[in-house]
């Protein structure tokens, strides 16, 4: 049974960065799509990056191009997200999940959901 803990996240200045990264454990992460997704209390949970089992990324929110990046390391069963030039409304829970259809749209079609990291970003 694949499961997923987060680690990284933090406090941040805004214009500054952090690494996210997501362990697997219970099985191997290779054939799996691994997403981010965010969630603010009170707002619904949305999708930030995802990285395809061959390494393609889909990026689900405009508000993050040029500045988040995903990456894996399958050696390490470890997929991270590197985030830069943090703004404020970057504030959340960020979580990673698996998916065996790809970079689906659909939050239903991931599982192993982890605990989840808090980000902060403030001055």
């Known amino acids: 049974q694949l499961q997923l803990v987060e680690s990284g996240g933090g406090l941040a200045q805004p214009g500054g960065s952090l690494r996210l990264s997501c362990a697997a454990s219970?099985?191997?992460?290779?054939?799996?799509?691994i997403g981010w997704f965010r969630q603010v209390p009170g707002k619904d949970r949305e999708g930030v990056l995802c990285i395809s089992n061959s390494g393609v990324t889909t990026n689900y929110v405009d508000s993050v191009k040029g500045r988040f990046t995903i990456s894996r390391d399958d050696a390490k069963n470890t997929v991270y997200m590197q985030m830069n030039r943090l703004k404020p409304e970057d504030t959340a829970v960020y979580y990673c999940?698996?998916?065996?259809?790809?970079?689906?749209?659909?939050?239903?079609?991931?599982?192993?959901w982890g605990q989840g990291t808090q980000v902060t970003v403030s001055s």
């Open positions: 999940a698996r998916s065996k259809y790809g970079c689906s749209r659909s939050g239903e079609d991931f599982g192993s």
């Open positions: 219970g099985s191997a992460l290779y054939s799996y799509a």
